[in-house]
């Protein structure tokens, strides 16, 4: 099965009716790019952009990025490169934010949040992307978002920064779902955005109100709670009114009891660890996209993770 899985890794996946899938892997370094496209995925559908501004007692400046950016979308040659913005805070400090100390980091300045709060590093940040040759190969996406004026701020400070750069074509901005306001209104959100990419490690956390990073609640946190599911269906159901597509970024992406799921609901990208890229790949072959339809409906219907799990490992025969 995994040589059959490599075998095929640098093919297109193509559910058996015939729907294809993209299936990307998340990046955060020029290394895990060159992984991304040597185990066969299709892109980058989530360049963690923390690497370049942590542990250091400056920002980089937009030159940095600029470089940093542009050695990466070579490294994916040509294949698309989604670049989210800054999301630090919280926990993840730096000592050129001076964040002011929090009860509850998870609720707290982090995200786009710190965008918004510093907004001369986003303009630098957008400039340093918008730079990235060839153009059109990267989108961008904003994390955390929790309402859809901060999209719109967002997007006030990308169309200063392309008048600045003189660029004129339309430039790819999508939002990340992952907190539950997101989720419930994507409808709105997708209303104005380009794409919706969830992140099921943070949404798990907002919807189940369970720190992703306790060691004591991790056995309990699995992202294929039902209520976790019926946000992805609320997500898919509102991006599908306003005709854009919706991706999984999270660690759900790369859990193949998830995939029939995931593809049932109506989601059309994942974005997964690049090791995990070719065995996705080989699990979308595997699937009917009809058949997926009527199990993502049954999983709206459990009760618990586990029983979602019993369900998809007792319907689909393909043991991994
Ligand atoms: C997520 O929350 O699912 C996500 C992809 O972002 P991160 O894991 O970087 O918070
Ligand atoms: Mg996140």
Redesign the pocket.
Known sequence: RKAAAKAAAHEPAVTRDGVRIEVFA?TGSVADAQAAVANGAEGSG?L?T?FLFLDRETPPDEDEQARQYQAIAEALDGRPLII?TL?VGGDKAAPYLPIPAEENPALGLRGVRVSLWRPHLLKAQLRAILRVEPRGQCKIMV?MVASLDELRAVRAVLEEAKRELGITDRVQLGV?I?TPAAAVTADLLAAEADFLS????????YVLAMD?GNPELAAGIDALHPAVLRMIDQTCQGAARHHRWVGV???LASDLDATPILLGLGVAELSTTASIAPDVKARVRALSLEACRALAAQALEQTSPQAVRALVQGQTNTPL
Do not use: A, V
Not at 198 to 205: A, E, H, R, V, Y
């Open positions: 998340n989530l963690r923390e989210r999301d994390p990340m992952e969830i992140g099921t490690n943070d949404l798990t956390q992703r970024c999270g660690g």
